[in-house]
């Protein structure tokens, strides 16, 4: 047996039995609070100590920070990345190399439909209506996959963006009625920076060619220096969210956005429940 699955089986205990809606989301009234300043390693031991093998991590692989914390607690966890079809090489390259160097089982979730049969037959989406490609390509495939999961981590930080100020640490999904855990929630970009330096983290080459944000490749585009890091997700556009953080393929657009101050919507947001969920 190898030593990936050897820490698997170990990862693999005894919270094998799924939970009730009701169990799950009083268990994140009970915890929320408590977390809510806790380090991200504690806040993935608790996850992992609480659901076992029915909490998984997601990466859209801009970066392997999230993935490579959660192997060190939790060596064999499930990292699941939904490949679109439309993505940059580098961030297919991303995935591999994490898959290859770190002890994580990687799931790679794929649409339905190919990229060719869905432009067959309905053309380019992405550019006639983006909602609907990524409901199809993005927010489904992580649905089916989060099926058989009763949690799950994302790298979602709330200095990312501001329609993300309020990301609770420990939040609950109500459209999908599961626990959703965002460990680096309060990390800010240096942090990130910081972590990926003194572990030798893996990371997508296009951050470093003007790309802090990685989408789908027509989607994404290069950003200047000093910009928003996300404004060139989906540019010229209404459209900030994939669907799968905001709560529907429709939400998430840039008009919609709260203008809460940064601070004070952090320090003010104790109630942990989120409206959708997230990944891109
Ligand atoms: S980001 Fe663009 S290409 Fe990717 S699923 Fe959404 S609309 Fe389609």
């Known amino acids: 047996m190898s030593a990936v699955a050897a820490a698997a ?5 005894s919270h094998t039995e799924g939970r009730s809606r009701a169990e799950l989301r009083e268990l994140v009234q009970h915890v929320g609070a408590e977390l809510e300043l806790a380090p991200a390693e504690h806040i993935v ?19 392997a920070v999230l993935a490579h ?22 961030t297919i390259g991303t995935r591999d190399a994490v898959e ?5 089982r990687m799931l790679t979730i794929t649409p339905v439909e190919s990229v060719a049969s869905q432009e067959a037959r309905l053309g380019d989406l992405w550019r006639t209506d983006p909602d609907r490609c990524c409901a199809l390509r993005k927010v489904e495939p992580l649905e089916r996959a989060l099926a058989s999961y009763d949690a799950w981590a994302t790298g979602l930080r709330r200095a990312e963006t501001r329609s993300r100020v309020i990301a609770p640490v420990v939040g609950w999904d109500e ?10 929630a309060r990390w800010s970009d240096a942090e990130v920076e910081a972590y990926a330096a003194r572990h030798g983290v893996l ?28 404004s060139g997700r989906w540019a010229g ?41 997230p990944l891109s």
Do not use: Q
Request: charged fraction near 20%; charge should be negative; include cysteine.
């Open 9 to 13: 089986r170990v990862y693999r205990g």
């Open 45 to 63: 031991e608790w996850a992992v100590a609480t659901f076992g093998e029915r909490f998984c991590v997601t990466s859209s692989m801009g970066d």
């Open 69 to 90: 914390l959660a192997s060190r607690v939790a060596p064999g966890i499930d990292v699941v990345f939904v490949d679109t079809g439309y993505h940059f090489a580098e």
């Open 100 to 104: 290859a160097t770190l002890p994580v």
């Open 175 to 184: 459209e999908r009625g599961k626990v959703k855990v965002s460990p680096l």
């Open 203 to 230: 990371v997508n080459p296009l951050v470093h060619d003007g790309y802090p944000s990685i989408g789908c490749a027509p989607c994404t585009r290069r950003v200047e220096p000093g910009d928003d890091p996300r």
């Open 237 to 277: 556009l209404a459209k900030t969210e994939c669907g799968i953080h905001a709560g529907g393929a429709s939400a998430g657009r840039r008009t919609a956005v709260s203008p809460v101050p940064l601070d004070s919507a952090v320090e003010t947001s104790p109630v942990p429940v989120v409206e959708g969920s």
